[in-house]
């Protein structure tokens, strides 16, 4: 309760205030870059901290001096892997699923030959925004250049790769529309 806190203060992450961390997040975090974190936030990177087990502890990357990463308030994330060359936005009341990865990038270049001579330079990245809401399911992927409408819910496993709509649900690789959280609410 106390040590945690501490070392992100001491790295230069800001967190608000009643956050809770259960276990020690890795944390990556280049000179000038800024990592957020509002009131209230959960992060979970103990493997029983989650009835369904962590895969790794939760990893918060900001790789460049531009990088920016913001994690709402009421937010819950378990061991989920967050990478940033660039900006991600997760919105409030947001809950991030057991081994989910949300990465603003595609971590090498495209071009094998430029992969040879610098295997971790000169590659893409695009912003990614989570809405408020929103429920990510289990091993998701968010990938580059996504927003993610508010109250939408992202299937467990699902990789997604294009804008998901407020109030969509999708699921599958690529994830597709398969319902929306209004059609829950209907009668049978």
Same mark, same amino acid.
């Given at each position: 309760k106390v040590f945690a806190p501490l070392w992100l203060w001491l790295l230069g992450v800001k967190t608000g205030a009643n956050c809770r961390f259960v276990g020690m997040p890795t944390v990556r975090l280049s000179p000038g870059a800024a990592i957020q974190i509002a009131d209230d936030v959960r992060i979970y990177s103990r493997e029983a901290s989650n009835p369904r087990g962590l895969p790794t502890r939760t990893i918060l990357a900001a790789l /460049? #001096? %531009? #990088? /920016? !990463?913001? &994690? =709402? #308030? %009421? /937010? *819950? &994330?378990? =061991? $989920? #892997? !967050? $990478?940033?060359?660039?900006? !991600? %936005? &997760? *919105?409030?009341? $947001?809950q991030i699923g057991p081994g989910t990865c949300i990465w603003d990038n595609d971590g090498h270049p495209l071009d094998p030959m430029q992969r040879r001579e610098r295997p971790t330079r000169d590659f893409r990245s695009a912003p990614i925004t989570i809405g408020n809401d929103v429920l990510i399911g289990a091993r998701a992927m968010i990938l580059k250049g996504v927003t993610v409408g508010d109250r939408a819910v992202i299937g467990a496993a699902a990789v997604v790769t294009k804008d998901v709509k407020p109030g969509q649900i999708v699921a599958g690789n690529p994830a597709k529309e398969i319902g929306t959280v209004t059609d829950l609410n209907k009668p049978p």
């Open positions: /460049t #001096s %531009h #990088s /920016t !990463i913001k &994690i =709402g #308030s %009421h /937010t *819950g &994330i378990s =061991g $989920v #892997s !967050i $990478v940033c060359r660039d900006q !991600i %936005h &997760i *919105g409030e009341w $947001v």
